[in-house]
Nanobody
Framework: QVQLVESGGGLVQAGGSLRLSCAAS????????MGWFRQAPGKEREFVAA????????DYADSVKGRFTTSRDNAKNTLYLQMNSLKPEDTAVYYC?????????????????WGQGTQVTVAS
């Protein structure tokens, strides 16, 4: 199966931007739909964004729509999450995940493989 490693997290002021990356290795990256999820302290993991294997279709949680953009470069085996206009409530550990089945679901149980996560902290 594919292995995933996130990077790009950090501390940013409210209104700022960050770009997360998720580097994939192992199996063929383009065979997988990909998702982004996040988990804040004391809260359940929640869906953030998803993208189809080709990159031609995306889906976003209402809370990030218009501020976050996910994309992928299958030639570089990398998934991205561009986060703009960040808010303190975006503070969480962000995870990328791979789904070997069809579609690009919001349900985290559909995803086969997870990265280790990267911390994003937005200061007010």
């Amino acid at each position: 199966q594919v292995q995933l490693v996130e990077s790009g997290g950090g501390l940013v002021q409210a209104g700022g931007s960050l770009r997360l990356s998720c580097a994939a290795s192992g199996r063929t990256f383009r065979n997988y739909a990909m998702g982004w999820f996040r988990q804040a302290p004391g809260k359940e993991r929640e869906f953030v964004a998803a993208i189809s294997w080709s990159g031609g279709a995306t889906d976003y949680a209402d809370s990030v729509k218009g501020r976050f953009t996910t994309s992928r470069d299958n030639a570089k085996n990398t998934l991205y999450l561009q986060m703009n206009s960040l808010k303190p409530e975006d503070t969480a550990v962000y995870y990328c995940a791979a789904d070997s089945h069809s579609g690009y679901p919001r349900n985290d149980r559909s995803y086969d493989t997870w990265g280790q996560g990267t911390q994003v902290t937005v200061a007010s």
